[in-house]
């Protein structure tokens, strides 16, 4: 059983397009997040969800929206991509809310071009 | 701020060489420490973790002592595989901080 999975596995659209990217976890863990990393493998964290609250809003365009329709659920929004969105985007999941309480479980990634 | 910086990569080995990856931090308190390996293709895994000064974290034959006094958390394996290749990341988390923060990586390459 995947524990974490998300699609699309790869995503490639035109620029100034609507896309998502869903997640779910199947761990029962309270405490979801999206990630982006950039084609030098930097790692930076957008957004973290816990029991469906909003919890980490990094410095992201408005652009991206999330979701989270229950707690297993993490979905990721982007409106009117641009090329620089072009990345690998990772979601994760963790049981606790305090990152340093434990491992973070991550899907395997979506891969986005924006053309 | 709050960092970790490891060591730049790419590295490349042979089989059952002795590797080391340098970590050190800069935060303030006991942050929590954490190695992930990123294996091509896939998502993050967690390999160790260490949660105070002295402890030890080992999986899979690599380890990393968390050491108070160098503000450090290398990451060691005595004698790797080509299945070894990958990508390392460290990371920490400050105490109830609900974020947890990676370093840039480092490639590592395992030739047979």
């Known amino acids: 059983d995947t524990a974490v999975s998300q699609t699309p596995k790869y995503l490639v659209t035109q620029m100034g397009n609507d896309k998502s990217i869903k997640c779910e976890q199947n761990?029962?863990?309270?405490?979801m997040y999206w990630y982006k990393q950039d084609s030098k493998k930097f790692l930076k964290i957008m957004f973290s969800y816990n029991n469906k609250e909003l919890i980490i809003n990094e410095t992201v365009p408005n652009r991206f929206s999330p979701k989270s329709p229950d707690k297993a659920h993490l979905n990721l929004h982007i409106n009117s991509l641009e090329l620089g969105d072009s990345a690998v985007y990772f979601c994760?999941?963790?049981?606790?809310?305090?990152?340093?309480?434990?491992?973070?479980?991550f899907g395997p990634g979506t891969r986005l071009t924006v053309t | 701020g709050d960092s970790v910086t490891q060591m730049e990569g790419p590295v490349t080995l042979s089989e059952e060489a002795f590797l080391t990856i340098n970590c050190t931090y800069t935060a303030t308190g006991y942050p929590s420490l954490f190695w992930y390996v990123q294996y091509p293709g896939e998502g993050l895994q967690l390999l160790l973790k260490?949660?105070?000064?002295?402890d030890k974290g080992s999986n899979k034959g690599f380890e990393a002592t968390y050491r108070k006094e160098t503000t450090s958390f290398h990451l060691e394996k005595g004698s790797v595989q080509v299945s070894d290749s990958a990508v390392y990341f460290c990371?920490?988390?400050?105490?109830?901080?609900?974020?947890?923060?990676f370093g840039a990586g480092t490639t590592v390459t395992v030739r047979a």
């Open positions: 761990l029962g863990h309270d405490t």
């Open positions: 260490a949660t105070k000064a002295d």
């Open positions: 994760a999941s963790s049981q606790s809310v305090h990152a340093g309480s434990g491992g973070q479980y």
């Open positions: 990371a920490y988390s400050r105490s109830n901080d609900y974020k947890l923060s």
